[in-house]
């Protein structure tokens, strides 16, 4: 599987394993032309954001089974989309990023700076 590149143009690492996230289910928040929905963002769920995202119309909590979706809860890693991730941010419900994990094309949605601003660890 392709292995994407970080918003600081280094190798992707890993978002999750369990839950096993991505567009493509391999762990990683890579992307290609058909995820439309631009799921690049590694983001540590919170129950604020979980709830906001379900306001929303996306319930992210609830196991679909038929989905080989176990629903997430709070501290769980998970791929986003960059605009839903964005529209939370602008709502003051933004989960916080894991930077190394987060995909490049997230800066075509997302500037760095906020990134940054609201990351998991702290920058080099």
Not at 33 to 52: I, K
Not at 80 to 88: D, I, P, Q, T, V
């Amino acid at each position: 599987m392709y292995k994407g590149i970080n918003i600081f143009g280094e190798p992707l690492k890993t978002c999750s394993m369990d839950p096993k996230t991505g567009f493509f289910r391999d762990g990683c928040c890579n992307t290609d032309e058909q995820d439309f929905g631009l799921h690049t963002v590694c983001a540590v769920m919170t129950e604020e954001f979980l709830a906001f995202s379900k306001e929303r119309g996306n319930d992210l909590s609830t196991p679909r089974p038929q989905w080989n979706f176990p629903g997430l809860k709070e501290g769980d890693r998970w791929c986003l989309c960059a605009g839903r991730w964005l529209e939370a941010w602008q709502a003051g419900k933004a989960p916080l990023v894991d930077l190394e994990a987060t995909h490049e094309e997230t800066l075509r949605v997302v500037p760095i700076d906020i990134l940054i601003k609201c990351a998991v660890q702290k920058t080099k």
